[in-house]
């Protein structure tokens, strides 16, 4: 049986064959797949998470992992973030002022940890250079090995239950991506900074908490897959698939690309991504 880095490998060589607006992305994915998967293979958890702990933080409405929690082997962090940094130039995914920012951060292990310190622990916030939507997407590629590792280790052992916040069970994070389940129609929400997933309300806004009906609502495609639940209170939009509506697997980072046309749609109606925020936390 194929693993879910296969089927992911897979589907973007299909993509890149489709030589379509998604190839040169999924170019840009097949190369920064395997760099994931082997800074994956090389992480250890010293200290792997015990069903004791993890209750203990549940109970306590914490996220699972703070910043200084997190197992990190920083040579295999730096050595990522520069190839991130290439791969990123290369396929003009950041533009020279952005770039240049992050060049700053790669020499530089305090620069370095000092940016990824913050980059976990405060939204990233909408500014009109946008270096900070850059620097995120930069540490989330390179973070995303070792937060998936952790997610893993704890998701096995977690209550879905008990949860049910906005945030994200493993690293405190909103969610930049939705699903319904094949079940029952449960509302999944899925982590923009670590891919967790985790069980959330379906008519609540998970940006800002609202749960009047007469200012939520969602848009759909013609085929139903596609959801884009938007809030009329604080003006932020999720995108979703319902996946009751497919026989097909669907695999959540290939979707973020894959609806990208979504985005602009929706934003041009003047709602904004609710896992950026328009001001830092106070
Ligand atoms: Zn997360
Ligand atoms: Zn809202």
Excluded at 90 to 118: M, N, S, T
Aim: aromatic share 10%; hydrophobic share 40%; with cysteine.
């Amino acid at each position: 049986m194929l693993s879910l880095e296969d089927k992911f490998l897979q589907r973007l060589q299909e993509l890149v064959m489709r030589g379509d607006d998604f190839s040169r992305v999924a170019e840009f994915y097949q190369q920064v797949a395997p760099l994931q998967v082997e800074a994956k293979s090389r992480l250890e958890l010293k200290r792997p998470p015990t069903s004791s702990a993890i209750k203990k933080k549940l109970e306590a409405d914490k996220a699972q992992v703070t910043f200084e929690g997190l197992a990190i082997d920083w040579l295999v962090v730096r050595d990522l973030f520069s190839r991130m940094l290439h791969l990123l130039a290369d396929y003009k995914i950041v533009d020279d002022a952005q770039l240049g920012k992050l060049k700053e951060l790669a020499p530089d292990p305090a620069l370095l940890k000092r940016a990824a310190r913050k980059w976990y622990k405060q939204p990233v916030v909408e500014c009109s250079n946008s270096v900070e939507v850059a620097i995120a997407i930069a540490l989330r590629l390179t973070f995303l090995p070792c937060l998936v590792k952790h997610s893993e280790a704890i998701m096995s052992m977690f209550d879905q239950e008990r949860w049910r916040r906005s945030s994200c069970p493993i690293c405190g994070g909103k969610a930049d991506f939705a699903f319904l389940n094949k079940e029952n129609g449960a509302r999944w929400l899925v982590c923009w900074r670590c891919d967790t997933q985790w069980l959330f309300q379906r008519l609540v806004c998970p940006y800002c908490g609202n749960d009047d009906q007469k200012s939520l609502a969602y848009f759909t495609d013609d085929n139903n897959l596609y959801r884009l639940y938007v809030c009329d209170v604080c003006h932020s939009y999720l995108k979703c698939i319902d996946l009751r509506q497919t026989e097909e697997e669907i695999l959540f980072p290939l979707e973020r690309i894959l609806t990208v046309g979504q985005d602009s749609q929706i934003q041009e109606k003047g709602y904004k991504p609710g896992w950026i925020a328009s001001t830092p936390d106070r």
